[in-house]
């Protein structure tokens, strides 16, 4: 297996390093007394453009866990790019960090930051991309399913960055994905052609609908913010446009779907009800505690 050197994007990722990379968060996750000093002498940049609650917590504990040392960074003096560019702050954070763990507005960035710090980059959501959280979602998938290859997963909602994400990992994983979004809101064209080329390879099916009835019989039905951090999307059209895609315990029951699963932060009462989301049908809360254990897998093997 070729060794993890960042992860901008699932992609980057063939089949056997993305199995041993859910293994190896698996082991971390049953056996955290074996990886105390994994990150010994380590420092790792948390720079965020964003806000967020897991990815930063997670981050930050998982490598305190791992014996390591986090520096966080937020917009508070300035945004990034402004006081000097995105280079400079790169080779900078270079000279003092082992790796930088970034949440920003565009993909472009992580890769100007990885190119500038010639240190591991490491995606915590992007415009176009979440890899810890769908590595965090498949782990929750082999939790309750076992083998990946048999599990059917379909995503309702808006099309972009975590959608973009579980479509490779299911792609690579060779599990059936069912995308269902409203017109217009369907994933990047990019995206998609990439996710079909690795499904072919791995016998994944990739189902693109605008209609909830597609994620009919799927063992999990997963969805997402209707308004993403950033977009400025006119709030009364979102939800005039989102609503007929609401996740509530009617369509589960009409869908036949086992398990229900969200990125969080949830809006309780648009994209989902607080009835599935509390239910014991939902999987959020393991997902929000995996993505720490997964995420601690990539730290794990890009040092080791
Ligand atoms: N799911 C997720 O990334 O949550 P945060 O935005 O709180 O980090
Ligand atoms: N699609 C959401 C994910 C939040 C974790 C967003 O980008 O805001």
Request: aromatic fraction near 6%; hydrophobic fraction near 45%.
């Amino acid at each position: 297996m070729s060794k993890l050197t960042q992860l901008l994007c699932l992609a980057e990722l063939d089949q056997t390093q993305l199995k041993a990379l859910l293994e190896l968060a698996l082991n971390i996750k049953q056996n955290p007394q074996d990886y105390q000093q994994a990150l010994k002498g380590r420092s790792i940049a948390l720079l965020f453009e964003k806000p967020s609650l897991r990815t930063r917590v997670s981050f930050d504990v998982g490598i305190y866990k791992l014996g390591g040392h986090s520096v966080y960074l937020d917009q508070q003096n300035g945004a990034m790019g402004v006081r000097e560019s995105v280079e400079d702050f790169g080779s900078n954070l270079a000279c003092w960090t082992d790796a930088i763990v970034a949440r920003v507005y565009s993909q472009k960035t992580l890769v100007q930051l990885a190119l500038s710090s010639k240190k591991p980059v490491i995606n915590a959501l992007s415009d176009l991309y979440h890899p810890c959280q769908a590595l965090a979602d498949l782990l929750t998938l082999k939790e309750q399913y076992g083998d990946l290859s048999k599990v059917h997963l379909a995503f309702v909602g808006d099309g972009n960055n975590v959608c973009h994400s579980l479509m490779l990992g299911a792609a690579i994983m060779g599990m059936d994905l069912t995308v269902v979004t409203p017109q217009g809101f369907g994933p990047d064209a990019h995206v998609l052609l990439k996710a079909q080329e690795l499904a072919q390879h791995s016998g994944a099916k990739l189902t693109l609908s605008q209609h909830l009835s597609s994620a009919a019989g799927a063992d999990a039905i997963y969805t997402d913010t209707w308004v993403s951090m950033g977009n400025k999307a006119d709030p009364a059209q979102v939800q005039r446009i989102f609503a007929p895609y609401q996740i509530n315990t009617a369509a589960m029951q009409r869908l036949a779907v086992k398990h229900f699963m969200h990125c969080l932060p949830a809006h309780r009462g648009q994209e989902v009800t607080s009835e599935v989301l509390d239910s014991e049908f939902s999987l959020a809360l393991q997902q929000a505690e995996n993505r720490m254990h997964a995420q601690n897998a990539v730290l794990v093997s890009l040092f080791s």
